[in-house]
């Protein structure tokens, strides 16, 4: 394959560049996911593409050429629809709280696959956390399915899930700058159904364009800005939070923007010890759940079909967690 017809595309700047079509995409992504395009030639493509900007065809593109080299877990028994997470960012800042997400969601019942990175680059990550509560990373698709099946809950590593994609986030170290692979990676299908996606934008172009994504390709997914761009509702201040299914947009609950009237509960540190141990206290009613994470959570009871309504599934978080939610129902 000849990659400078598609360097001649996205490579002439912003102004001059054009994009790629559907299938041109999935051709181009597919022949990068599997290592066969040469070093020279790819920098050029991942730094035409920053520079230019996917199309919502070319993100499609991507994304089907990375479903189909994607490892797949077999469905859970039952009717409720499996949870995906991605964690991908870690904690600068605030106190990754994706763990205490991925434990409540756990706690209903609700089948929960956590896929990412184990590598923290200075950030406090998911599986750091994880291993403070006792969860490791399953090594194969096979221990993860067991996981799984048993317990409800898998940490799934990316370099299980899809080896290609995996590869070109590597990539960031080495050239300075992300590349599409890391906003495909939040938008990874791990199951052989329909699984309930929560989609994480970093930026507020990419909700537009992660959205449209969602819609186009038909998945079923819970999109929100982010908290340093992982998969949980800003305890502070709760992100505006959308339902995607079968091509429409239910917006489940308005972005808080009014001033907090009490700083929530939230952990003295966002180290993975600190954070481990007032996750506990959490899961242990000691301490009060911040309420834009019991209203993710209850978007996320309906979406996979827990509760048969968005009423019943607010109904029932406030039940389990009465007295306990950090600024009322």
Not at 183 to 194: A, E, I, Q, T
Not at 262 to 286: E, F, G, M, V, Y
């Amino acid at each position: 394959m000849s990659y400078s017809q598609y360097i001649k595309e996205i490579g002439r700047g912003a102004e001059g560049s054009r994009d790629l079509s559907g299938g041109d995409a999935q051709r181009l992504y597919a022949a990068m996911l599997d290592g066969g395009v040469p070093d020279l030639e790819l920098g050029a493509i991942i730094l035409g593409l920053r520079v230019k900007g996917e199309s919502l065809d070319e993100m499609l593109g991507f994304l089907s050429a990375a479903g189909e080299r994607t490892n797949k877990l077999e469905m859970p028994h039952g009717r409720i629809r499996p949870v995906a997470l991605p964690t991908y960012n870690g904690a600068r800042k605030e106190a990754n709280l994706t763990p205490l997400l991925a434990l409540l969601l756990q706690r209903f019942g609700v089948p929960v696959v956590v896929h990412g990175l184990l590598e923290g680059y200075g950030r406090v990550t998911t599986a750091q956390i994880f291993r403070e509560l006792g969860i490791m990373p399953m090594a194969s698709m096979t221990q993860a399915q067991v996981a799984l099946d048993e317990k409800g809950l898998a940490f799934l590593p990316l370099n299980a899930l899809c080896p290609g994609i995996h590869n070109l986030l590597g990539l960031r170290s080495r050239m300075g700058v992300r590349n599409s692979a890391h906003s495909l990676v939040k938008l990874l299908n791990p199951f052989r159904g329909d699984a309930v996606l929560v989609a994480p934008a970093t930026h507020p172009d990419f909700i537009e364009l992660m959205r449209n994504i969602l819609m186009v390709s038909g998945q079923r997914g819970l999109l929100l800005r982010g908290t340093e761009g992982e998969p949980f509702a800003n305890p502070k201040r709760r992100p505006r939070l959308e339902y995607i299914y079968g091509g429409a947009v239910d917006v489940l609950f308005e972005a808080e923007h009014e001033s907090l009237r009490a700083l929530p509960n939230l952990p003295d540190a966002n180290d993975a010890p600190s954070t481990a141990r007032w996750i506990r206290r959490i899961l242990d009613k000691q301490a009060p759940l911040p309420k834009p994470i019991a209203n993710q959570l209850a978007c996320l009871l309906y979406a996979s079909g827990y509760a048969e309504d968005f009423n019943q599934a607010k109904a029932i978080v406030a039940v389990e967690a009465t007295g306990l939610i950090m600024g009322g129902n």
